[in-house]
């Protein structure tokens, strides 16, 4: 019994789903303009913006990783509307989660409002 009892009490800890601290915003949705819904032009800059959160040891997390921090980062203080968005996804996690970092990248177009 004792040997069947540390393989599943690793397994709980490595998990993580004993952390005693995080800040992680997520949203539910998000919807993005089209092209038809702002006076689109076919000089539009495309830029694109990214928002982290990191994790440490399954016990802090910090950060955030979320589409409206990606979003805020892209239009960098611009008056605009971004649309035609494109979001991706990136995570790096380094022995087995002790460190981890996920990364919310947004790519669109800026339209004045």
Not at 15 to 25: Q, V
Not at 76 to 88: N, T
């Amino acid at each position: 019994m004792r040997k069947a009892f540390l393989p599943l009490l690793a397994a709980v800890a490595l998990s993580g789903c004993g952390m005693l601290y995080t800040n992680i915003h997520s949203p539910r949705s998000y919807r993005s303009a089209v092209p038809s819904e702002v006076k689109a032009t076919s000089t539009d800059e495309t830029v694109s913006g990214m928002g982290c959160s990191q994790s440490l040891l399954y016990l802090v997390a910090w950060g955030d990783g979320g589409y409206g921090a990606a979003v805020k980062d892209a239009l960098a203080g611009r008056d605009a509307i971004l649309y035609d968005v494109k979001c991706d996804m990136k995570i790096n996690s380094v022995l087995l989660g002790l460190y981890t970092k996920v990364c919310t990248k947004v790519t669109g177009k800026v339209a004045k409002p």
